[in-house]
Each structure stands twice: as structure tokens, then as C-alpha cells.
């Protein structure tokens, strides 16, 4: 049973939003279009793995899909966490493209003489990482002492080419996407010793999931980039130009003539996800082009975006809108 299932979080849409706000030729856009397609990429692969979970019996397992906990010392955030009357398991999903080896390390490097030999990541030891940091959370909030199973599962455009790991764990640990659910059935029923009953672990996923702290960093500040740097105006969604201005009452893009009438939505969004949550009446003009006070007080009177104070002390509440 899926406590929390697989959904988009905030972070992803903020990368999205920051990448089409920035200009070819800045500096970061080349960093910041790199990390979007990572985190799509994982993304992907977390999906991949979240149908295959569905199979498990839902009354033997209580899924959570990214979660994010802190512990006495840090934050720290699982990509699956799967609760079982007798075990439970952390799995961190990968879904890196192109051939891998398990170094000395432990850790995932490219196989192959075309990519740099520095490149690697480490989900083992993160994993391992996890199942302690969870452990100790599970002991603060005075749980009982479940056994903690790390596993790490390569989705579909990752593959693994070797192991050169004399770690004997490396390889027990590691499972592709397509395999992992037997294991987990497995291991499961290689645990002879109940911890608690089916009644009580969901109470359990059900504290784990509301403790659930999701993260929204500030990368405007993380990649170094200027309010002034970003893109201005209202995002054309036929054609993806920057084109869009008011003509009777209705947007209307310049290039590819789309019109319509919430377009200023996506352009908010953008605002509330890279900037801050609030907006005055000059600010909106600024960042949605728009010349006309009386225009702004109607689009957002009419978005039902909340006002604030009075006069030249007045701001409006901004909120995520899908």
C-alpha cells in the first residue's frame, strides 16, 4: 500500500522554472540544464520503480515515496522507504545512462575510456548512510527496533558492467529495477521475527510520512545568479518564446499568434519558485511586462491571489499553482 506515492516535488519544478528563465549564453545555464536532466533522469527511474512496487501485497507493505526526515544531526532523504511487519527496507534509486563498474570504493564510476574517471556516484555507501540516520530517527521517536535493509536499484538506462569491489555486499545489495521485488519478498520472508503488528506499522508509515519535511532551496543563491539575469515576461506554451503580450483583453504571442488567458499563471509560478512568495503590484508589472497598474490589480484579483496591506505597503500572496 502506497502511504505516500510518487509525485513531483517542489525542487523539480523551481530547476524547471530556473532553466527556461536562463538565457543561452549565461555562464551557469550549462550547469543548471545538466542538473535538470539528472533529475529527470532519476526521476524517470524512481517512476519506473514505483509501478513495479505496486505489485508488492498491500497488506504485508506500506510504501512512501521521498521522504525527507531529520534525525538529532541532519536531514536526510530516501527515495523509498518500504515498511514491513518485520523488516524494513531504504531504497536509493539510480538511474544513470551508460555502462558502470563498482570500484574498490564501492562507488559507480563510468566504464568506459570516453568519460572522466572522476565522475562517480555513490549510492551504496548512501544508502548504508540512510539505514543509519533512519535508525537513529526511528530510536528518537521511541520505535521499535526494526532490522534496516539498504538496497540500491538501477532503473532502466543504467547498466552495470562489473564489480570490482571485494566488498561481498556490493553485489547483494544492488538490484535492477525489474528484480528488486522478489528480493524484497525474499528478504522479507527470510525474517522469522514479527516487530509489530500490521495495525500498528501503518500508524508507524503514517508518522514517517507526515514528519515528512520537503526541501526548497534558494538557487538563485546556490548558482550564484542575479535576479536581473532572469528572463523577463510571459512564456509562450505553443511555441516557448518569451512573446507574449496583452491585445483586447487576452494574451497574444507575437511569433507563433497563440492566445489565451491565464498564461500569466506559469509566470507567477515561476516568480513564487525562483524568487520569493509574495509580489507588489510593481514587481508583477517588472517581471510580467506589463505597463498598466489597473491590468495587474484585475489578473490578480481575478487569479484570487490574496492582497495585503494598504496603499504603497501592499503586496499580494503568491501560491503554487498546477
Not at 10 to 35: C, G, N
Not at 149 to 161: A, Q
Not at 166 to 187: E, G, R
Request: contains cysteine.
Amino acid at each position: 500500500m502506497f502511504i505516500k506515492d510518487f509525485q513531483l516535488s517542489e525542487d523539480v519544478f523551481q530547476l524547471d522554472s530556473l532553466d527556461l528563465r536562463l538565457p543561452y549564453d549565461h555562464p551557469e545555464k550549462p550547469r543548471v540544464t545538466q542538473d535538470r536532466n539528472f533529475m529527470h533522469a532519476g526521476l524517470a527511474g524512481e517512476k519506473e520503480v514505483c509501478y513495479y512496487l505496486s505489485f508488492l501485497p498491500p497488506r504485508q507493505f506500506f510504501i512512501i515515496h521521498n521522504v525527507r526526515l531529520r534525525d538529532s544531526h541532519s536531514y536526510f532523504q530516501i527515495d523509498y522507504l518500504i515498511l514491513h511487519p518485520k523488516v524494513i527496507f531504504i531504497l536509493e534509486v539510480k538511474n544513470f545512462k551508460g555502462p558502470y563498474l563498482i570500484n574498490e570504493l564501492r562507488q559507480f564510476v563510468p566504464d568506459s575510456t570516453s568519460k572522466k574517471q572522476d565522475f562517480f556516484f555513490d549510492p551504496i555507501n548512501q544508502a548504508e548512510r540512510q539505514a543509519f540516520q533512519l535508525k537513529n530517527w526511528l530510536q528518537e521517536h521511541r520505535i521499535p527496533n526494526f532490522p534496516i535493509v539498504p538496497l540500491v536499484v538501477l532503473g532502466p538506462s543504467t547498466v552495470l558492467s562489473q564489480n570490482l569491489s571485494s566488498d561481498p555486499k556490493s553485489l547483494n545489495m544492488v538490484f535492477t529495477y525489474t528484480t528488486v521485488i522478489p528480493a524484497i519478498q525474499s528478504i522479507a520472508e527470510s525474517h522469522s521475527k514479527v516487530i509489530v503488528k500490521t495495525d500498528q506499522l501503518f500508524k508507524i508509515a503514517k508518522l514517517i510520512a507526515d514528519s515528512n519535511t520537503p526541501v526548497r532551496p534558494n538557487l538563485l543563491e546556490k548558482y550564484s545568479i542575479a535576479y536581473s539575469d532572469l528572463i523577463k515576461g510571459i512564456r509562450c506554451p505553443s511555441c516557448g518564446s518569451f512573446s507574449i503580450s496583452r491585445h483586447r483583453g487576452r494574451w497574444l504571442c507575437l511569433k507563433c499568434r497563440h492566445k489565451g488567458k491565464s498564461e500569466h499563471i506559469s509566470a507567477l509560478n515561476d516568480y513564487y519558485l525562483l524568487v520569493k512568495d509574495t509580489i507588489t503590484n510593481r514587481e508583477v508589472r517588472d517581471f510580467l511586462r506589463i505597463e498598466s497598474n489597473e491590468v495587474v490589480k484585475y489578473l490578480m484579483r481575478k487569479a484570487g491571489y490574496e492582497l495585503n496591506g494598504k496603499n504603497f505597503g501592499s503586496y499580494y500572496r503568491l501560491r503554487y499553482v498546477r
